[in-house]
């Protein structure tokens, strides 16, 4: 695919640092003439620990016309407070220091778009909950710190586009991705995530949704909604089935190496024998009996309102606790065979017996599975 | 190596020349040490003037390479979803040049590489190559997890050497914060390669194509 096809490529391409190569052999430069060119402040790969706000302030005579201040490479541990003069900053690069504390200052900068804190030592206590009134921001890039929870000043920052998390040591994500509707890509590889919540659904923009690296089993049937997803990376991780729901997302890319993906079905699939309750349920909901506050307690109408639908199209059944997990098999793109894993009311479900291998026969278009046509729109998903 | 040949008339020592030729390495006369990407170019094209190409040469040549960002950034084009492939030079047909552009965590397909040459180096950040033994041919229907030989880092300008006898190899970038650039030579360049399911050994082909060339994106399809 063209450039053109996501707006993030360029934004890509300015990550790169121009200044890192292997073959290094800088001088050690301090404060130069070349250091402020137009609106650019360039103090990069300097050695400096400390940005001494004089200095600083002597050498950028206006500060407050500044848009775009490289700091990134150094040895920096904090910023000064003085950073707050630079009110026309669009960009900060601190990438690549030590950095321990934000200052709450940075708050101020209302025109700051773009905050790259990649490559720090940047912990929960780091950040300064001021940091939420950064309402304009865009691009924030916290990968390879020492995040353990999922910074919760992001969830206010309602125009962010890109959002960077990578390397980091999040064991958990809270349910609140609901703010999140202009973020295109969020990248949360190599954490610690167990889980992904139901509110990653409603992230409506996301077009690269990074997952690669964590502990991830299972995924949210919300994830079907991310109608603009168009590259899902769930490699090294714990995936041993997929969920239907994938299907319907109009994927580019898929990774998926390094699953203990099922490749034959296992005889043993524990199937726990539904309660009374449940059956009850069951029956209730398949004769369409009808129920109300008069007639039965309250708590059982929410339990009968809780049904869920038998992914079996065939099947008119619902299941409550208790139900058959059916691996099928899903040619994915004439490629290679993925499990997926469904849901069903019971084992009687599965219109194929669950040892064998579905192939293209037509049981399978009978099932939630992709036909023709959809196997032609992942012909260029590319797998393994 | 030279000798000295006495007591010989003018016609022996035309043929003795004739056949030193073909023994004598025809790279012998070329620098080792090119000093920049165009200089690496440059010698290719020498070491591949004729139809015996002397591969340690150019093991050594791409080894020795160092460049520097400045020459690569036309070709360091990096894509959020999948690593690009960037043609540098097309090397009248005999080789490929290119570089790869490595976004956090992106990886290849385990693949193998058509009966040619492949030369890798990794020119910016790390890379990892896991490196798989061919599936045994059990029918069509056997389904087997394929055997890893080896995974190795490489950086730094370092250079992994691979053809189809030695195996197939997957290449990853491991960094969730860092992107990776290889420098890769092909001898002779190919555009279709086997790619393989590594829980089954189950192989398709696969369409190479570049994403760039000489700098200019390709039209997508």
């Given at each position: 695919m063209a450039a053109a096809a996501l707006t993030t490529a360029e934004d890509y391409e300015g990550d790169y640092d121009l200044d890192d190569d292997f073959d290094d052999d800088e001088d050690d430069c301090n404060f130069s003439s070349e250091t402020v060119l137009g609106d650019t402040v360039d103090y990069s790969h300097r050695n400096i620990s400390i940005l001494d706000p004089n200095e600083l302030l002597t050498l950028v005579k206006n500060p407050n016309r500044i848009k775009n201040f490289q700091l990134n490479s150094n040895q920096l541990l904090t910023l000064p407070s003085q950073i707050e003069q630079f009110q026309s900053l669009v960009t900060m690069e601190l990438s690549n220091n030590q950095l321990v504390q934000l200052p709450a200052e940075l708050s101020l900068l209302k025109n700051l778009k773009n905050l790259y804190l990649k490559n720090n030592s940047l912990d929960d206590f780091s950040l300064p909950k001021e940091l939420e009134l950064l309402k304009q921001l865009e691009v924030i890039n916290l990968g390879g710190n020492r995040l353990k929870q999922f910074p919760y000043q992001l969830f206010q920052m309602i125009n962010l586009k890109e959002v960077y998390l990578g390397s980091?040591?999040?064991?958990f994500l809270p349910d609140l991705f609901q703010t999140l509707i202009k973020v295109e890509v969020l990248y949360m590889g190599g954490n610690q995530i167990g889980n992904v919540p139901d509110s990653i659904g409603y992230m409506r923009s996301l077009v690269v949704l990074n997952l690669s690296g964590n502990r991830l089993r299972t995924l949210p049937r919300s994830i079907s909604r991310l109608g603009r997803l168009k590259s899902l990376s769930l490699h090294n991780n714990q995936f041993s089935a997929l969920p239907p729901d994938i299907i319907r997302l109009d994927l580019q890319e898929l990774s998926l190496r390094n699953n203990p993906l099922v490749v034959r079905f296992v005889r043993d699939l524990t199937y726990d024998v539904p309660t009374l309750k449940e059956l009850a349920g069951r029956t209730i909901k398949l004769h369409k009996i009808c129920y109300d506050d008069q007639s039965i307690p309250r708590s059982l109408i929410e339990y009968l309102n809780a049904a869920k639908s038998c992914l079996n199209p065939k099947c008119k059944g619902v299941y409550f606790e208790s139900c058959h997990k059916n691996i099928k098999f899903v040619d994915f793109c004439g490629k290679f065979y993925l499990p997926l894993l469904q849901f069903l009311c019971s084992p009687a479900c599965t219109s194929t017996p669950t040892f064998q291998m579905t192939s293209s026969d037509s049981d399978d278009n009978s099932d939630d599975v992709p036909n023709k046509d959809m196997s032609s729109k992942f012909k260029k998903v590319l797998l393994g | 190596m030279t000798e000295t040949l006495l007591n010989t008339n003018m016609h022996d020592i035309h043929d003795i020349q004739l056949i030193r030729q073909k023994c004598v390495d025809n790279t012998a006369h070329l620098s080792t040490h090119p000093k920049s990407l165009n200089e690496l170019i440059e010698l290719l094209y020498e070491a591949f003037a004729t139809n015996d190409v002397n591969i340690d040469y150019v093991h050594t040549i791409m080894n020795n390479y160092k460049g520097n960002v400045k020459e690569w950034a036309p070709f360091l084009k990096f894509q959020p979803n999948k690593y690009t492939r960037n043609l540098v030079d097309a090397g009248n047909g005999k080789f490929n040049l290119m570089i790869l552009c490595w976004a956090e965590s992106q990886g290849s397909s385990i693949h193998d590489h058509t009966n040619s040459h492949c030369f890798m180096k990794c020119i910016q950040g790390t890379l990892v190559e896991t490196k798989y033994a061919w599936p045994k041919d059990g029918g069509e229907n056997t389904e087997t997890p394929m055997e890893i030989i080896s995974r190795t880092e490489l950086k730094d300008g370092k250079v992994a050497y691979i053809n189809d006898s030695i195996g197939l190899h997957r290449v990853e970038n491991p960094s969730h914060t860092d992107t990776a650039v290889t420098l890769h030579l092909y001898v002779p360049p190919y555009s279709h390669c086997s790619v393989f399911d590594e829980r089954t050994g189950r192989t398709k082909e696969a369409h190479v194509t570049f994403y760039s060339i000489n700098g200019l994106l390709t039209p997508s399809e």
């Open positions: 980091n040591q999040i064991a | -």
